[in-house]
């Protein structure tokens, strides 16, 4: 790699600096065109440099005291070594440098024109140089983009069975591709033609010199066929021989060959893939921000099974009695306008008889609004099911009993009832079904359904919430100890925290909550500063929220730790008391004294919700009583409270005055339960006390890492509980209850739609993530995330359709990248504009649905009996 040291400071200040860059910089993006080269450049050493140049510059205008006052420090050398990839060993020219697959402009690198590079290069020396030419990336001269990743071709040479790879831009000509061969074999040119070679067949011979590499077809990572025509006498054999597979040749590259021994045939049963005029290059026109209609409508065209159906005859399954459909007509519409979209031509089409239904029967998507291609593709998938149902008349299914059966059975139960309701092209190819399991955190009752899923929403794992989890003790015996989830700004205080659970248990006026750290069954701590950042409250932490009366004068807290009996064999005199459970908390105005009586109502009144059911009943009984000492006796026969002090002083029920003990956080009493007497209280609402956070955080990942797909689905499918809004009723308790939910995938289907949720919402904030995922484009396996443990085949799919979503929520821009199946090759859908890229291009930032299709085995045939998609076997990475 080259590199070159440091030169010495330039005369030159850091805002002189930044000045001179800035004017070339301008005047060279001016003048930009085709075949100009610029360099990357790696932005942790430009930033460094922006942040050397902008500090001087403030620095200098700013009055420091002469100690205070720093100088800016002038970056070294420019190491461009973290852009590069040095296992990449199978170049065939030391001086081709390959690139990390994976970078992306803004986050990785930043590219300069070359004047700009040549001067920042001679100020400050460094390297490796990474320079990369600008090709025209549309129909206008103007539409330029830069190559970062030229074409990788792997030239293979005939008859000797040599190999090399090689770098080459697809705007090159077949010509310079010719050239780049020979001298790579060290070939006589004259002697020498070469094959579009894709899939391993020959295809065309590459005689036209002066057509482009992009004209002519070439893409990503496929072989070069470079085929000798003469024999080592100089005697012509006879021009280019055709290729069989059974011939020498091919059994030397068995191993690019696949496993189960396909070839890289798409779609066809012949050997030979046609290159022919393609179709579905179709753009359409943008009727005032509709890019997110445009976006959504070419994925779900270009999704193969919808393509057959629609240019079928498919008005025979239309519903026009449907109630929940739209007549047919939206069927229709989508129908008409995917078969104009299905053609050779490449004039745009104008969606306007399209919308024009949409807006009817959908009026959130009427005028010019920009709106969320997810939303609309939501909507178009149920309309079309809607509007295809080949049920006529649903027939009404009665609830059945899951108890005692097998997740299977069950699973194919519901499915089964599903289908005898719903049956469209819609529930063949998109729907799946979820197991859905939900649990109860008082009585522990599971509710397991298997319901249908058209997409999957996937949260970003970037959440600017965190939930957390507290129970809180009615300290009036209104109600039983009762878990709440709430979700807090991550970086919030405690303020924050303390206004969701208000929220969420309905604080009254009069009341408030205290908040206490539970550690060894007693408070640790109170979190009583409103301020108190919520990030120094760890998710394995265990907080009790108590429910008090606002008091007029600051106030005593008494905590009444529990303490049960231990026996020691068949030693009673040896039995001793260990404390368990959740303290209880009271409070009482600060230096007034208490009855002994009264701390034992305090105790008697928080207890009652706890009681055993026969117990509980009695204590209705109880509190038809009207005077306190009249409900106190009712109840003495019942259980008896051993209440003591932190000097294991018994405490009785006298009407003398007691002197509550100052403590820094609560003075201590001790209530000692009896093996008898514990057992009339449930005590699963003490003893069970949740974390903070008590499912198990994603994994960390290291700055600058992507986000995996796969780390995205398991977030999605982790146990958590139910949002306080979404309550449910728990049949054994008879009362709602914020159940545990845990999602497991059961049955997948053929298209797999993936929402990556980008958009949050809140009261005061709309935010867009601009999160990288790194989404597989081959070979998303989700064989292991199957719960159904006896489906034996494999779950493996292919993208081929991304909808992007550019810029803010409230200037944003939707494009489509597609991928032509009969081609094996992604186009960029801009609107009205459809060009070629290259796959690299395909997983950006900007991903926001993903749209799979399942690779079955080639000897398969899904359920439309269109012809399969084949997995393309890849030589390597790109």
Same mark, same amino acid.
């Given at each position: 790699?080259?590199?070159?040291?440091?030169?010495?400071?330039?005369?030159?200040?850091?805002?002189?600096?930044?000045?001179?860059?800035?004017?070339?910089?301008?005047?060279?993006?001016?003048?930009?065109?085709?075949?100009?080269?610029?360099?990357?450049?790696?932005?942790?050493?430009?930033?460094?440099?922006?942040?050397?140049?902008?500090?001087?510059?403030?620095?200098?205008?700013?009055?420091?005291?002469?100690?205070?006052?720093?100088?800016?420090?002038?970056?070294?050398?420019?190491?461009?070594?973290?852009?590069?990839?040095?296992?990449?060993?199978?170049?065939?020219?030391?001086?081709?440098?390959?690139?990390?697959?994976?970078?992306?402009?803004?986050?990785?690198?930043?590219?300069?024109?070359?004047?700009?590079?040549?001067?920042?290069?001679?100020?400050?020396? &460094?390297? /490796?140089?990474?320079?990369?030419?600008?090709?025209?990336?549309?129909?206008?001269?103007?539409?330029?983009?830069?190559?970062? *990743? /030229?074409?990788?071709?792997? @030239?293979?040479?005939? /008859?000797?069975?040599?190999?090399?790879?090689?770098?080459?831009?697809?705007?090159?000509?077949?010509?310079?591709?010719?050239?780049?061969?020979?001298?790579?074999?060290?070939?006589?040119?004259?002697?020498?033609?070469?094959?579009?070679?894709?899939?391993?067949?020959?295809?065309?011979?590459?005689?036209?010199?002066?057509?482009?590499?992009?004209?002519?077809?070439?893409?990503?990572?496929?072989?070069?066929?470079?085929?000798?025509?003469?024999?080592?006498?100089?005697?012509?054999?006879? &021009?280019?021989?055709?290729?069989?597979?059974?011939?020498?040749?091919?059994?030397?590259?068995?191993?690019?060959?696949?496993?189960?021994?396909?070839?890289?045939?798409?779609?066809?049963?012949?050997?030979?893939?046609?290159?022919?005029?393609?179709?579905?290059?179709?753009?359409?026109?943008?009727?005032?921000?509709?890019? *997110?209609?445009?976006?959504?409508?070419?994925?779900?065209?270009?999704?193969?099974?919808?393509?057959?159906?629609?240019?079928?005859?498919?008005?025979?399954?239309?519903?026009?009695?449907?109630?929940?459909?739209?007549?047919?007509?939206?069927?229709?519409?989508?129908?008409?306008? @995917?078969?104009?979209?299905?053609?050779?031509?490449?004039?745009?089409? %104008?969606?306007?008889?399209?919308?024009?239904?949409?807006?009817?029967?959908?009026?959130?998507?009427?005028?010019?609004?920009?709106?969320?291609?997810?939303?609309?593709?939501?909507?178009?998938?149920?309309?079309?099911?809607?509007? @295809?149902?080949?049920?006529?008349?649903?027939?009404?299914?009665?609830?059945?009993?899951?108890? &005692?059966?097998?997740?299977?059975?069950?699973?194919?139960?519901?499915?089964?009832?599903?289908?005898?309701?719903?049956? $469209?092209?819609?529930?063949?190819?998109?729907?799946?079904?979820?197991?859905?399991? @939900?649990?109860?955190?008082?009585?522990?009752?599971?509710?397991?359904?298997?319901?249908?899923?058209?997409?999957?929403?996937?949260?970003?794992?970037?959440?600017?919430?965190?939930?957390?989890?507290?129970?809180?003790?009615?300290?009036?015996?209104?109600?039983?100890?009762?878990?709440?989830?709430?979700? #807090?700004?991550?970086?919030?205080?405690?303020?924050?925290?303390?206004?969701?659970?208000?929220?969420?248990?309905?604080?009254?006026?009069?009341?408030?909550? !205290?908040?206490?750290?539970?550690?060894?069954?007693?408070?640790?701590?109170?979190?009583?500063?409103?301020?108190?950042?919520?990030?120094?409250?760890?998710?394995?932490?265990?907080?009790?929220?108590?429910?008090?009366?606002?008091?007029?004068?600051?106030?005593?807290?008494?905590?009444? #730790?529990?303490?049960?009996?231990?026996?020691?064999?068949?030693?009673?005199?040896?039995?001793?008391?260990?404390?368990?459970?959740?303290?209880?908390?009271?409070?009482? /105005?600060?230096?007034?004294?208490?009855?002994?009586?009264?701390?034992?109502?305090?105790?008697?009144?928080?207890?009652?919700?706890?009681?055993?059911?026969?117990?509980?009943?009695?204590?209705?009984?109880?509190?038809?009583? %009207?005077?306190?000492?009249?409900?106190?006796?009712?109840?003495?026969?019942?259980?008896?409270?051993?209440?003591?002090?932190?000097?294991?002083?018994?405490?009785?029920?006298?009407?003398?005055?007691?002197?509550?003990?100052?403590? $820094?956080?609560?003075?201590?009493?001790?209530?000692?339960?009896?093996?008898?007497? !514990?057992?009339?209280?449930?005590?699963?609402?003490?003893?069970?006390?949740?974390?903070?956070?008590?499912?198990?955080?994603?994994?960390?990942?290291?700055?600058?890492?992507?986000?995996?797909?796969?780390?995205?689905?398991?977030?999605?499918?982790?146990?958590?509980?139910?949002?306080?809004?979404?309550?449910?009723?728990?049949?054994?308790?008879?009362?709602?209850?914020?159940?545990?939910?845990?999602?497991?995938?059961?049955?997948?289907?053929?298209?797999?739609?993936?929402?990556?949720?980008?958009?949050?919402? $809140?009261?005061?904030?709309?935010?867009?993530?601009?999160?990288?995922?790194?989404?597989?484009?081959?070979?998303?396996?989700?064989?292991?995330?199957?719960?159904?443990?006896?489906?034996?085949?494999?779950?493996?799919?292919?993208?081929?359709?991304?909808?992007?979503?550019?810029?803010?929520?409230?200037?944003?821009?939707?494009?489509?990248?597609?991928?032509?199946?009969?081609?094996?090759?992604? *186009?960029?859908?801009?609107?009205?504009?459809?060009?070629?890229?290259?796959?690299?291009?395909?997983?950006?930032?900007?991903?926001?649905?993903?749209?799979?299709?399942?690779?079955?085995?080639?000897?398969?045939?899904? $359920?439309?009996?269109?012809?399969?998609?084949?997995?393309?076997?890849?030589? &390597?990475?790109?």
């Amino acid at each position: 790699m080259e590199m070159v040291l440091a030169a010495p400071a330039p005369e030159m200040t850091a805002e002189q600096e930044m000045m001179h860059i800035r004017d070339i910089t301008v005047a060279a993006e001016a003048e930009a065109k085709e075949g100009d080269t610029f360099f990357l450049i790696t932005t942790r050493w430009w930033q460094s440099w922006i942040d050397y140049v902008i500090e001087d510059l403030t620095s200098n205008g700013s009055h420091h005291h002469e100690f205070s006052s720093r100088i800016p420090r002038r970056p070294g050398a420019i190491d461009n070594r973290d852009l590069i990839d040095d296992t990449a060993t199978d170049e065939v020219s030391s001086m081709e440098i390959e690139l990390h697959d994976t970078l992306v402009e803004g986050r990785d690198y930043i590219l300069l024109p070359q004047q700009v590079w040549e001067t920042l290069h001679g100020w400050y020396g &460094g390297g /490796p140089t990474i320079p990369r030419k600008a090709i025209n990336s549309g129909f206008s001269q103007t539409d330029l983009a830069i190559e970062v *990743y /030229p074409l990788r071709l792997q @030239l293979l040479l005939m /008859p000797k069975g040599d190999r090399a790879v090689i770098r080459i831009s697809k705007k090159d000509t077949v010509g310079e591709l010719h050239k780049k061969a020979c001298r790579v074999f060290n070939l006589i040119p004259d002697e020498v033609c070469i094959w579009d070679y894709y899939g391993r067949t020959k295809h065309t011979l590459m005689d036209n010199l002066e057509k482009t590499l992009d004209d002519a077809n070439i893409q990503m990572d496929q072989d070069i066929l470079v085929e000798i025509t003469a024999d080592a006498n100089g005697s012509l054999d006879g &021009g280019c021989m055709s290729l069989v597979k059974g011939n020498d040749f091919f059994e030397q590259e068995s191993d690019s060959i696949s496993s189960n021994g396909d070839m890289d045939n798409v779609h066809g049963t012949s050997g030979m893939i046609s290159r022919g005029q393609p179709v579905g290059l179709t753009g359409l026109h943008n009727l005032g921000n509709t890019c *997110y209609m445009n976006s959504a409508i070419q994925c779900l065209v270009h999704t193969p099974e919808f393509a057959t159906y629609f240019c079928q005859d498919y008005h025979r399954e239309i519903n026009r009695q449907n109630p929940l459909g739209n007549v047919g007509e939206l069927a229709v519409a989508f129908g008409d306008l @995917l078969r104009k979209l299905w053609t050779t031509s490449r004039s745009p089409v %104008s969606p306007r008889p399209f919308k024009i239904k949409l807006s009817r029967f959908a009026s959130q998507f009427s005028g010019c609004n920009q709106h969320d291609s997810q939303e609309l593709l939501a909507f178009l998938l149920d309309g079309l099911h809607e509007d @295809l149902n080949r049920v006529k008349h649903r027939p009404y299914i009665n609830s059945f009993d899951t108890d &005692g059966r097998s997740d299977e059975e069950v699973a194919d139960e519901y499915w089964a009832n599903h289908i005898a309701r719903n049956n $469209s092209i819609i529930v063949d190819v998109c729907q799946g079904q979820y197991k859905s399991t @939900l649990v109860c955190p008082v009585c522990a009752k599971v509710s397991v359904t298997f319901d249908p899923f058209m997409y999957l929403s996937l949260p970003l794992q970037f959440a600017s919430n965190r939930s957390m989890t507290v129970v809180v003790f009615s300290c009036d015996g209104s109600a039983p100890p009762t878990p709440f989830t709430v979700s #807090v700004p991550k970086q919030g205080r405690c303020r924050d925290l303390l206004q969701a659970l208000s929220n969420a248990c309905s604080l009254r006026n009069g009341e408030k909550l !205290l908040i206490a750290e539970i550690r060894n069954h007693k408070i640790y701590q109170f979190l009583d500063d409103p301020v108190l950042q919520l990030s120094t409250i760890s998710d394995d932490n265990h907080l009790a929220v108590y429910r008090l009366p606002k008091l007029e004068k600051r106030a005593n807290y008494i905590q009444f #730790v529990h303490r049960r009996e231990e026996d020691h064999g068949n030693n009673s005199s040896l039995a001793s008391w260990k404390p368990y459970g959740v303290p209880l908390l009271a409070q009482i /105005p600060r230096n007034e004294t208490v009855s002994g009586f009264v701390i034992h109502e305090y105790i008697r009144k928080m207890l009652v919700p706890m009681l055993s059911n026969q117990d509980s009943q009695h204590s209705a009984v109880q509190n038809s009583v %009207s005077t306190r000492t009249q409900s106190y006796h009712s109840d003495s026969n019942k259980f008896q409270l051993y209440l003591l002090d932190d000097s294991n002083t018994v405490i009785e029920k006298s009407v003398d005055p007691i002197r509550v003990p100052q403590s $820094s956080v609560a003075a201590v009493f001790f209530i000692n339960w009896p093996k008898a007497d !514990l057992k009339r209280i449930d005590t699963h609402h003490l003893e069970n006390l949740p974390e903070v956070f008590k499912f198990a955080p994603p994994a960390k990942r290291t700055r600058g890492e992507p986000l995996s797909l796969y780390a995205c689905l398991d977030a999605f499918l982790r146990e958590e509980p139910l949002v306080p809004e979404e309550m449910w009723y728990c049949p054994r308790c008879k009362e709602q209850r914020q159940a545990s939910k845990k999602l497991d995938l059961w049955r997948l289907p053929e298209v797999l739609v993936i929402h990556l949720k980008r958009f949050s919402f $809140s009261r005061s904030t709309k935010q867009k993530l601009e999160t990288f995922v790194n989404f597989p484009i081959h070979d998303l396996d989700l064989t292991n995330y199957i719960a159904n443990k006896k489906s034996s085949e494999r779950q493996i799919y292919e993208l081929y359709a991304v909808s992007n979503h550019y810029g803010s929520m409230a200037s944003g821009h939707y494009t489509a990248h597609i991928k032509l199946l009969q081609q094996n090759r992604w *186009y960029n859908f801009d609107d009205s504009q459809v060009v070629a890229i290259d796959e690299e291009e395909v997983r950006s930032a900007a991903a926001y649905v993903l749209f799979y299709r399942r690779v079955r085995e080639p000897d398969g045939a899904d $359920s439309n009996g269109t012809q399969l998609f084949v997995k393309r076997h890849r030589s &390597g990475h790109r």
